[in-house]
């Protein structure tokens, strides 16, 4: 099994790196210092962009970043430590770089502040984090929240928290090109410690909900599988929900998003649909539904239903949305099969990342052991356990 779980032991050591490096590296006054965690989502994927319900908790697992004035008025200074690189650019001129550089969750940020007739002078800004990538555990998210948070305080802009995730999703449009939602950034931001946030990505109204596991625990399980077809595959699934709703509009009112289709409405309109697009309607009606159900389950700390949902959604993801793969369908058939979990499913965008588990207190250590054996016999490669701790959204330091 790898050895590399994640622990948050290591963050004070990053705060300390990324302080030094900015006033070493990049000869920068330090002025804000700024930590942006990762998410977990315990149900409710790729309902987001449906305009529909989620429910993620931001997680220990961050970003730290220290950010000073450049004392230039356009030019910008950025250091990824963990990618060992520095990148200058100008506010004047700024473009996205080729696809899924870290460059451009920053420089994403920046642009979509000055569309938005932002006042920025050019600034220096270090980073470093253990939120793991690709994993679906939304280290782009952190990286853009973390920068427009500090860039809001260093600059005095007065925008809110909210303003801020979606400004930060916007940068994830225009400068990695994918279409997403508003859940990462919004758990990033308005993340609160031991509690999930039950959102509407409509109406954006949230409720903190709290996550009582009593004698059981969630833990990920990394499966090491890089979601190389994530961003391509994301936004064709976001394609086909809105092919199924402008079919379904020519049928009944009031329908702007999947949020509003009943499974009644679809069985009238099925067979209208490509066959694709009628499985893609059909898993984000039930998968809202299914938010509904595990909120409500929670609350009444019924685990095993909890579970059962988990089970349930995996399975949706898999054959519905077609968006899991060989590896984490391993995974989540092995610990599904297991006595003491209750249930797991693949967490996040899709394609690779890691599996949620809710299983019994003490049964991680076996359980991690026993599917790294059985996955390492099959695809080579090993499971990385990570623990979760739900944590506080974005905070200056
Ligand atoms: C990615 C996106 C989110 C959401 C999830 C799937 O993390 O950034 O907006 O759609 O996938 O639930």
């Known amino acids: 099994m790898a050895q590399t779980k994640v622990k948050t032991d290591g963050q004070s050591d990053m ?73 200058d650019f100008d506010l004047t001129d700024m473009s996205p770089l080729s696809a899924a550089s870290w460059q451009n969750y920053v420089m994403g940020v920046a642009a979509e502040l000055i569309k938005d007739n932002r006042e920025l002078s050019g600034f220096n800004l270090v980073f470093s984090g253990d939120v793991p990538q690709g994993s679906g555990m939304s280290s782009s998210a952190a990286l853009e929240c973390g920068t427009c948070y500090g860039l809001n305080e260093l600059f005095g802009l007065g925008l809110s928290r909210i303003e801020m995730a979606k400004l930060s999703q916007m940068a994830e449009h ?60 994301y936004n064709i699934r976001r394609q086909q929900c809105q092919q199924g709703v402008k079919v379904l509009q020519t049928y009944f009112d009031n329908i702007t998003a999947l949020r509003d289709v009943s499974m009644a409405q679809l069985e009238v309109v099925k067979e209208k649909l490509p066959i694709a697009v009628a499985k893609r309607c059909k898993y984000v009606i039930e998968e809202n539904e299914r938010v509904q159900r595990l909120a409500q389950a929670l609350s009444e700390s019924d685990l095993h239903v909890v579970g059962e949902i988990l089970k349930e959604a995996h399975q949706a993801m898999r054959y519905e ?42 049964a991680e250590h076996e359980l991690t052991a026993d599917l790294d054996k059985v996955y390492h016999e099959k695809f080579g490669k090993n499971i990385t356990p990570i623990d979760i701790e739900l944590s506080e959204g974005v905070e200056l330091l």
């Open 15 to 87: 705060r300390g790196k990324v302080v030094e490096a900015l006033s070493t590296s990049l000869n920068s006054h330090v002025e804000i210092i700024i930590k942006a965690p990762g998410r977990i989502n315990l149900i409710g994927e790729h309902t987001d962009y449906n305009d529909g319900f989620v429910l993620p908790a931001a997680v220990a697992q961050s970003i730290y970043f220290a950010i000073g004035k450049s004392g230039y008025a356009t030019r910008c200074s950025l250091i990824s430590l963990d990618f060992n690189e520095r990148f």
């Open 174 to 233: 225009h400068y990695a090109g994918v279409q997403c939602g508003i859940m990462d950034q919004f758990a990033s931001l308005m993340g609160k410690q031991d509690y999930a946030l039950l959102l509407d990505c409509r109406s954006l109204e949230y409720k903190y909900f709290p996550v009582g596991l009593k004698e059981h625990r969630l833990l990920l399980l990394n499966s090491n599988v890089a979601h190389s077809l994530a961003d391509s595959e």
């Open 321 to 362: 949305y077609e968006i899991t793969c060989p590896e984490i369908d391993f995974m989540a058939d092995y610990a599904n099969s297991q006595p003491n979990v209750l249930g797991a499913r693949m967490m996040g965008g899709g394609f690779g990342g890691c599996l949620l588990v809710l299983l019994e207190k003490g």
